[in-house]
Each structure stands twice: as C-alpha cells, then as structure tokens.
C-alpha cells in the first residue's frame, strides 16, 4: 500500500501504508525534562494537538504518560509514538513492555527503532552488539504486530543504504510505516524522501526547527519569507515540511510557542517559496552518529553528522 496526505495546516493527517491515520503536526518531547514534559504535553493536547512522539531514551515516558491523563483527552483520539532504545534491541518484548508501563496504556500508534545501531546494555552502551543487527531487530519488532501493544512500526535515522539492507533481507515481511529523520531547510535530504515515498514509508521530520539554539531562527531567507506572510520562521518551517510530505513534531515546553507552532492554519507557501526554502546551500546536523558504536550516516546527502547528540 502506498502514502497519501489529505487535509492542510493543523488538519493534516498522513495516511500510512497500514491505512493507519497519523495526525500531521505532534509535540516532540526530546531535551522535556520531567517536570516539564507532564504540562507541555497537556497544554498540547487542550490546545488541539493529537499525536506525541517520546522514547525510551529521553526517560520522560511516565511524565508524557500523566500529562496525557491530565489533558482529559481520551487516549482513543491520541496518536502515540515511542522508540526502542538501542540497548535493547536484543529484547523487544521488554522495551514495549517497559514503555507502555512508563507511559500508563496498553498500546503506542507507532513503535521506532530509534537507531540502526544495537548496543549491549547500559554500561556498555559504546559496544555495537557483534553477530545482531538492525535486521535482527526488525525481525523481533515484526512479531509485536501480533500483540496488539503496537500498531504499527517503523524506523529511525535510516538512510538509503540501510533501508536497501533493510527491505532485500528475507526476514523483512513488513514495510516500515515510518522512517523518523531530521529535515529541516538545512538538511532537506530530498534523495532519501523520494526514496521512502517510492518504498511507501511516510517520513517524520524530527528537529524539524533546527533543534535547541537553532541557527535557522536567524536565517535571512526564511525570515525575508516569514515576514511576507506575516508569520514566524518556525510556522513557515513547520509548513515547508508538511507542504512537500512530512510529518512534524515540533518540541516545545513553552506554552505560547506550543501554541504558535499550532498556529499554521491558512499559510499556505508558493511552489516558488518551497523550492527557495529547499535550496538554501547551508548544511547543518543536529544529530550525528559520533556517539554511536558504528556509523550509520553515510554522507548520502550531507548527512555525514559531526555532532556528538541524539
Ligand atoms: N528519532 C530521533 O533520533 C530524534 C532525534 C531528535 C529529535 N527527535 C524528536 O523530534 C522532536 C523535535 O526535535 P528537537 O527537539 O530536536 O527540536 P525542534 O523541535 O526542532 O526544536 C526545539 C527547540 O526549539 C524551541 N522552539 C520551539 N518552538 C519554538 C518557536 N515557535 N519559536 C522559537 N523557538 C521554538 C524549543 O524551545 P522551548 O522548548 O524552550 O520552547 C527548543 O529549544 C524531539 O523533541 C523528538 O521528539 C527524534
């Protein structure tokens, strides 16, 4: 089954190759601490959000799970990403167990392999696991369907090359839904979209402002841009991503840019800006693969990664 996107601004919604409906714009949570994630999280959903992206990894699970409960949203109309943590992709099983548990449901929308990369365990967490990889991974993430503690699946930080490893192993019955990648005007990666979208896989912009301290706040085109409609850098980039086909997930903990970033109805940009937005020549990466055990961004397109962070 193939992608498709129907609706504009906040009512975008992503059809998946399940048929599954992923709403368009979620809260990201990375770098929400504790004692911030449980309001930015309820705020979100009072103020119309429906999809939140977690993981195992950014130890927040719990506080998304209370700020879900709080927002008096039934979990019914929340869309629910989380990840498998690289430690654990030896045992699948536990790390949904364990993050349905932290979160408080009993199931996700969506379940990512946050990384191509397989360590032992958390004292060892620099060691790539020898004899396992991201296939023997997916083959363990395929059986969850069968559960019901997930509704679908999908990967993280995959380039081409990985996904081609991916998809031509015998083992590999399923077509991830989802392919979580960083996109933002100075990492478009336009190969590896068309890419997925060819595939079926939908694409998730992550860091899709530039991350914290982004530089892109700043950038001259995307201003010159913004104050033509009358808008803020972060609604035009918010735009640009679900205009050429990915979903975002804009994090936030403050309330008035929860909302602004939920303000996007109405903007609509010119096939003339969206090609200027995915020409500007700067590159940056918020996430490289330097922390990792082995690499797993090849320089495919720019995305060679130089920053130690995930
Ligand atoms: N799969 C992966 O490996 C991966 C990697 C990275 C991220 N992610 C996911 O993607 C989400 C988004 O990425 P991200 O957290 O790296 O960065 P981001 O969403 O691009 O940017 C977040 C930063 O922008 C600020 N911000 C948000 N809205 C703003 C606005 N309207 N005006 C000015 N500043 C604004 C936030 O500050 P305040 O919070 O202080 O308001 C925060 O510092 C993550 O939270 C996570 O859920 C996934």
């Not at 195992?56 to 019914?76: C, F, H």
């Not at 019901?148 to 590999?172: A, Y």
Request: charged residues 25%; proline residues 5%.
């Amino acid at each position: 089954m193939t992608t498709s996107q129907s609706g504009k601004g906040t009512k975008t919604v992503f059809t998946l190759n399940t048929g599954a409906k992923m709403p368009g714009i979620g809260l990201g949570t990375w770098q929400s601490k504790p004692n911030e994630v449980r309001e930015a999280v309820k705020h979100a959903l009072q103020t119309g959000y429906r999809h939140i992206d977690t993981a195992l990894a950014y130890g927040n699970e719990n506080e998304v799970g209370q700020g879900i409960k709080d927002s008096g949203v039934p979990r019914s109309e929340i869309w629910l990403t989380t990840k498998l943590d690289n430690t654990w992709h030896k045992r699948v099983q536990e790390g949904i167990d364990s993050s349905l548990k932290s979160l408080g449901t009993d199931y996700v929308d969506l379940y990512l392999m946050h990384w191509p990369s397989s360590t032992f365990d958390d004292e060892k967490r620099d060691k790539h696991e020898e004899g396992w990889d991201f296939r023997d991974t997916w083959r363990e993430m395929q059986k969850l369907l069968d559960t019901g503690k997930v509704k679908n699946i999908g990967v993280s930080n995959f380039v081409i090359s990985n996904l081609e490893k991916l998809l031509k192993d015998p083992s590999c019955k399923v077509v991830p839904a989802v392919n979580q990648i960083e996109l933002h005007p100075n990492m478009p990666s336009p190969k590896t979209m068309a890419f997925c979208k060819e595939k079926g896989i939908h694409c998730t912009a992550y860091s899709c402002l530039g991350s914290t301290d982004s530089p892109l706040a700043h950038d001259k085109t995307l201003q010159k841009i913004a104050e033509a409609k009358g808008k803020s850098p972060q609604q035009v980039m918010l735009v640009w991503n679900l205009q050429r086909g990915a979903s975002v997930i804009p994090k936030s903990v403050t309330k008035s840019r929860i909302e602004s970033n939920f303000q996007i109805d109405g903007l609509e940009l010119t096939s003339e800006e969206m090609q200027t937005l995915s020409s500007i020549p700067d590159r940056f990466k918020v996430c490289g693969d330097a922390w990792l055990p082995i690499k797993v961004f090849f320089n495919e397109e720019g995305d060679g990664g130089k920053t130690p962070s995930h």
